[in-house]
């Protein structure tokens, strides 16, 4: 089962809401990540969870904060968003072992649309 | 740093046409590189990977990929495409290491008529 899944689907929020984006994989992964990728553009990292401790940070405002609670959960808290905040955030999985051609594997996605 | 160049931004193409699409990269060390699909709505999906060995790798749909280091290359080629083929292609790069980013290119929107 390669199957990484994300909640919700679509998103429209407030730039005064607070919302959360979930990621959950059971592949025994150790590596999670966000990427955000807007309209024909390709992905771009935002933040790498490593054994559940942040390890890369792309230097994303701070009104996105992940969090990892355990090996299988990935989470996006969102605060004050901005409409040009609005894109597809991807969710993202991997061994973690750094062995040569880890594959990472991918969600649907979250569309988020802020207002 | 690592970077990641592809030629084509759209590729249209008939039924039964060959494909092939470019991919360079910029990177010192020891790299993974990938080809990813994304078809209208769904998520990415890996077609192939090189890391080591034969540089003619192998993927799914009939998709096959070289890598050739002393240009830096690994093209993405399909000998006859179909309508379902119709997708954006991503060449991406990774370093050999634990937890890093996959560093993709912008993007080839492959469109196939039938």
């Known amino acids: 089962d390669t199957e990484v899944t994300q909640t919700p689907k679509h998103l429209v929020m407030g730039m005064t809401n607070k919302k959360s984006l979930k990621c959950e994989q059971h592949m025994g992964h150790r590596a999670m990540y966000w990427y955000k990728q807007k309209a024909k553009k390709p992905p771009e990292l935002m933040f790498v969870?490593?054994?559940?401790?942040?390890?890369i940070n792309e230097s994303v405002p701070s009104r996105f904060s992940p969090e990892c609670p355990n090996s299988s959960l990935l989470n996006l808290h969102l605060h004050a968003l901005q409409p040009e905040d609005s894109a597809l955030y991807l969710c993202a999985s991997s061994q973690g072992s750094g062995a040569p051609g880890e594959t990472q594997y991918f969600g649907p996605g979250t569309r988020l649309l802020v207002l | 740093a690592q970077s990641v160049s592809q030629h084509n931004h759209h590729v249209i193409l008939s039924e039964a046409a060959s494909l092939e699409l470019g991919c360079n990269y910029s990177?010192?060390?020891?790299?993974?590189l990938f080809w990813y699909v994304q078809y209208p709505g769904q998520h990415l999906q890996l077609l192939l990977k090189?890391?080591?060995?034969?540089?003619l790798v192998k993927g799914i749909k009939g998709f096959e990929a070289e890598f050739i280091k002393s240009k830096f290359s690994f093209n993405l080629r399909k000998p006859s495409v179909q309508w379902s083929d119709t997708a954006e292609y991503f060449c991406a790069v990774m370093a050999n290491q634990a937890g890093t980013a996959l560093i993709f290119g912008k993007g080839t929107t492959l469109s196939v008529s039938s």
């Open positions: 090189y890391f080591s060995g034969d540089p």
């Open positions: 990177y010192g060390g020891t790299v993974n």
């Open positions: 969870y490593s054994y559940e401790k942040l390890s």
